[in-house]
Structure formats: C-alpha cells, structure tokens
C-alpha cells in the first residue's frame, strides 16, 4: 500500500512559502509515479485469467442452459475473485470502464466479445459441434489477452502522463 505521511501545519505566509508549495506539488508527483507502477504491474497470469474468464462467458452463450448457467456462474465467480484478490495483492480494483485512453480499447473488446457471443448463439442455433464452439471461446480468450495487454499500456502510460 501507498502510505503518505503528512505533517501538521499552519496555513499562513510565514509557515508556507514557495519552496513548500514546490515539495508537495514534487510529492504528489512521485506518489503518482509510484501509483501508476504499482497499479499497471500486473504478472502474466494476472491478464490470463481476466482472457479466460471472458472466454468462458463467451462459451457460455453457445451451451445449452444447464451448462450455460453454470458457465456462467463460474465466470462471474471469476470476476469477483479477481476483484477481491487484485484489492488484496494491490490495495486497489481498476474498473475496466472509464474514461481516458482505455476506453477506447474497452470499446473495441466490448464489440469484439459480443461478435464473439454472436457467433456462439449461431453455433448452438446451427447445431454445431463443441469444437467450433471451443474454437469461437479459444479465438476470444486470445482477443481478450491482448486487450488486456494493451489496457494495461495505455492506462500505464495515462498515469505516468498525469504525474508529470
């Protein structure tokens, strides 16, 4: 965790000058260096899991309704596990959906994934076979990988920008 130390002080002219107002301002700088590295270092399992989890809820969408709904318990599960494991191990949970250079990204993986959806409900609706439906979900787990890749660069960067 990120831990600022603050002193009490007293506003007036003598207690706060200019040099001051400069180490603070330089302050929340590094903190906001420090947030962003910390906040954007996620290990490669880290966006494995987010990929497997959108392909599962994509696979879902192409499964009967017994192992659709348990597909789609479990990647829900997965999302929460995800958020309360990134809030232990980082003291935070970035929401994908917000504004800035993410979304953007956030966007194009939204379409993609309901294309992805799509293909799946024309799978289970056109009777084919478990491995086409596989395949859709394998195509949209390397989607979804890459996106989380490029998330994690842009808001890295959009952090990094903000700090100065």
Known sequence: MIQIQSKDVQMNSEAFNTE????ALDGIADMRRELALKATDCPFWRHG????????LVLASGLEL????V????????????AADDRRRYGMFINGYRKGRTLPI???LLAAMLG???FEYNARSTGLSLTVKLGIAAIAFLVA????????RAYRRELLESAG
């Open 106 to 108: 956030t966007i194009a």
């Open 49 to 56: 899991v987010f990929a497997a989890i959108t392909a599962v």
């Open 20 to 23: 001051d107002a400069r180490a």
């Open 71 to 82: 597909l789609s318990i479990a990647g829900l599960a997965g999302v929460a596990w995800v």
């Open 66 to 69: 017994l192992p659709q709904a």
């Open 116 to 118: 992805a959806v799509a």
């Open 145 to 152: 990988l890459e996106a989380s890749y490029a998330w994690n």
